[in-house]
């Protein structure tokens, strides 16, 4: 069983950047994609980049492209979310996932996702 651990959470004013991370547990060569969602209380958990595990193509919600990048550390089984330009809109509690189904397209879908991480807080002040 994969376990996803979030970290890089934080407060920070609109405008700034932080970067998250998720490290697994292990190397599992079943995980074909690797994504990032978040959710705001009282609402349903959105998808916000995804990451393809075999050829590193990256999708992002209309909502983050061109201030998020999400990447990977391959060797230590980490990936990224570098985000620039962040916006109040941006609060949100912060998932990894990972799936083992997906093989093409935008899965920005919770459904997709077999393994998730515990969160990691995101509060952008304006």
């Known amino acids: 069983q994969v376990r996803l651990v979030e970290s890089g959470g934080g407060s920070v004013q609109a405008g700034g950047t932080l970067t998250l991370s998720c490290a697994a547990s292990?190397?599992?060569?079943?995980?074909?994609?690797m994504a990032w969602f978040r959710q705001v209380s009282g609402k349903e958990r959105e998808g916000v980049a995804m990451l393809y595990t075999g050829g590193g193509l990256t999708y992002y919600d209309d909502s983050v492209q061109g201030r998020f990048t999400m990447s990977r550390d391959s060797a230590n089984n980490t990936v990224y979310l570098q985000m620039n330009s962040l916006k109040p809109e941006d609060t949100a509690v912060y998932y990894c996932?990972?799936?083992?189904?997906?093989?093409?397209?935008?899965?920005?879908?919770?459904?997709?996702?077999?393994?998730w991480g515990q969160g990691t807080q995101v509060t952008v002040s304006s």
């Open positions: 292990e190397y599992n060569s079943e995980i074909t994609a």
């Open positions: 996932a990972a799936s083992r189904r997906l093989t093409s397209g935008p899965g920005l879908f919770p459904v997709y996702y077999d393994h």
